[in-house]
C-alpha cells in the first residue's frame, strides 16, 4: 500500500510563488567544460579574504564584542554599521541618520519587506519589463497585478495607470526601478528618465524604491545623481521623500554575509523594523560588525577592484559580440555592472536553444522571459562576464554565435 | 514651514504588526543594578566562545570552503549541516533524510514562513493561552484569527472548533504547540495532551507546528517523544505525517548565528524554500559551515553545561518563591527551559506593577498579558531564571515578594 504523502490546505498565496527559473538552472548548468555567462554573481577571487579572516579573529577575540556577537540584538541593526551607512548615502547625496537605515539579510530581504508593507492582493506594482527577476519573487508573495514603467518615455498619463490599476481590483502602490546598470539589460536611467519616475510617482502619490544594487560598479562616465536625492532636493529632507533606497554589500564586498540595507523616512523605516523583528527578529549580529570594519577599511578598494576586472571583461564581451554576432542580433552596451542583454530575431527562442548551447557549443546564459512580469518577449537572453575570464569570454561569444546562423 | 513626514499608503496587514512589548521593555529595563528576570535569552558566558573562534578561522582559511563561504548558496541550506539535523531527529524518534530539512534564520523566520503558507486573512490559528508571544508576532502579518488549543484537556469537540473558525470568516489552518517547557509558562504537555493535540488536528485535518526551542534542556525525568515522532508511528514516515517540527540552536549553541530548521514532509519542505528563496535567498553560509562544525564537536557538551547551570537557577529561584512569596500566589515547577510563570492574585496587574518593581524592588520580569493572543488574564508574569547568578535570583525574588503584600 503506497501511503499518500501529507499536504496541508496552503494559503492562496503559494499558487503565486515558484522556483526562480534562473536558480534552478544553475544547478543543471554546474558542468565541467561549460562557459557560463548565466550567473550574476560577484567573482569569488575579489572577496577580501584576509580581511574577513582577520575581522572575524579581531571581533570574535574582543572581550566585550564577542560575547556580544553571539547574542541576540537589535532588530534594526548595529549602529556603527549603520552609522558607516548613513556617511556612504550622503556620498550619493542622501543626507540622512541612523533612524533612516534598517539592516536586512541582503537586499532580497528589503524587497520582500517593502512587498509585504505596501501591497495588498491586486494592487498594482509598477515594473520595467524586463526587470530583476527576484524583485517579482519577493512580490510574488502578496498577489500583487503588474504595469509596464517605461522610465525613458515619460508619454504615458498618471490617469492611465490608475484606471489600469483600478481594472486590476486595487491601487497603484510603488513603482520599482534599478537605475544603474540594471539587472538584466545593464542599462542605466537618464537624468530625464529619472524625473519622469519622480514626476509619475508623485502624479500617483505612490512611494519609488530605487534598486540600487550595482550603482557603485561604473566602469566609466560621471554617476547620474541617485532617485532619492534627487527627490529630496524637492522635498527638503529624507523623511519627507518618497523614494526607498535598497542598498547592498553582495557586489561590492561579499553576498556571503547576507547584508544589505533600506534607507527611507523614519516613518517607514520603524514599520519595517517592526517587520524585521517578526520575520527573524535580526539579522546576525557577528555578520554585522564584521561588515562594519570591512567597509570602513576595505570597500573603496573592492569598489576599484571589482570595477576593473569586471570593465576587462565587459570589453571583452562587447568586442567579441561585435565580431562574431550574426546580422540581427543587437545587444545593450553596459557602462557598468555585471550584464549584457542580446536581443535576437524574433523567431529565435534563447530558452528552447539552451540545451544545445551548453551541450553544442558549452556555453550557458539565462533566456530573458524569466525577467518580464508578464512572461512576454522571449527572444532575449542575459549574459554576464562577471564568471569567466576573458578568453573564456571570447570563445564562449563566439561558439554561442557559431550556433545562431544555423537556426535562421 | 513644518515639511510633513511622508508615509505611503499600507497594506492592511500592517496595522496588525506591533512592536514585541517584550523587546520594547527589555531595553527600558538595562539599569545598573536591577536584576532582570525579563530576558529570556541564553547567558553569554555559555557560548562556546573559544570553538566558535577557531571554527571561523579554520573554514575560512580552507581553500576550497572560504570562497564558497563567501558567496551566494542554496536556498534549502549546507548539505552537511542539514545531514547533521538528519542524525539529531533521529535522536528525537523521527527518521527522516536532507530533503525533510530546511535551514531558516532562527526558528522564529521558520514560524514566519509557516504562517506565510498557511494563512489567508481570518484564517485561524489554534494556540495555547498564555503561548509563545513571537509566534503571534509572526503570524501577524498573515491577519489570523486565534481559537484557544487545551492540549491538557481533549474535551472539546471538533466541530465546536470549525464553527468557530468559520464564524471568524476563515478556516482552521493549523495547531501550534510548544511541548517542552514552554516560553511563557516553563511546562511541559503529558503524553495524553500531546495525543490530544494529535488526535485534534486530525480530526481538523490540520497540521501541527510543533516548536522545540528548549526541548534539550530538561533537568531531570524522561524526555516524552515529540508529537512528530507520535505521529509517524501512525502514518508510517515523515512525508505522511502533518506534523512540522521547529529546531533551533539558539538555546544550546548561540543565538547569534540565526540559524534555526523546519523537519516536515519533502512536499512541505519543497514550498518552504521557495518561500525561503523570494525572502531571502539563504542564510549566511559561512554560519552555516560553522554551525555545522561547531554540532559535530560541541553540541553535546553545551547541553550539558546549560541543563547544570540552568537547573540551578531554577532551583534557587523556585525555592525563594516558596520562601517568600504571600499568600495567593502561585507559579509553575519547569522541568527544563528558563521559565517560571507566576500568578497573582486577580486583583495584581503586574503591568501597572512594573514601574515600581523596577524603581523600588529593582527587579524586572515580563508582564504576562501580551503571551495571550487575545491579551486577556492579565494578573500574570514570565520570570527568567537564564542571566542572573542564583544569588541575585534569591535577593530579586524576596524584594519582588516584599512589594507584593504592598498592594493587598
Redesign the interface.
Known sequence: MV????????????EG????EI?ELLKLLEQPGVISFAGG??H??L?P?GE??ST??EV??DKTL????????V?EGYLPLRQWIVSHMAGRGVECSSGNIVI???S??GL?FLG?????PN?TALVEAPTYL?AL??F???EPQYDELRPEDGNRTPESYLSAAAAAGG?A??AYVVPDFANPTGLTLSLAARQNVLKLARDLD??VIEDTAYAALRFEGQALPSLQAMDMEQ???I????VIYCGTF?KTI?????IGWLCA????IR?IV??K???????????QMVMCRLAEQVYERQVMSAIERYRGRRDAMLQALETYMPKGVTWTKPAGGLFVWVILPYDIDPAELLKRAVSEAHVAYVPGAAFFAAGQNRNCMRLSYSLPNEDDIVRGVRQLAELLPALN
Chains 1, 2 share one sequence.
Open positions: 501511503i499518500p504523502n501529507y499536504e496541508p490546505e496552503y494559503a492562496g498565496r503559494v510563488m515558484k522556483a526562480s536558480r554573481i560577484p569569488p577571487t572577496f579574504m574577513v579572516q572575524y579573529a570574535l577575540a564577542g560575547p556580544q556577537a553571539l547574542q541576540y540584538s532588530s536586512t539579510s541582503g532580497q530581504q520582500e509585504r508593507l505596501l501591497l495588498s494592487d527576484g519573487q519577493a510574488a508573495a502578496f491601487s502602490k510603488f505612490v512611494p522635498t527638503g529632507s523623511d519627507a521623500s518618497r553582495s561579499t553576498p556571503g554575509l547576507r523616512s523614519q516613518d517607514i514599520r517592526l517587520v523583528q517578526a520575520t527573524d527578529l535580526n539579522s546576525p549580529l557577528l555578520n
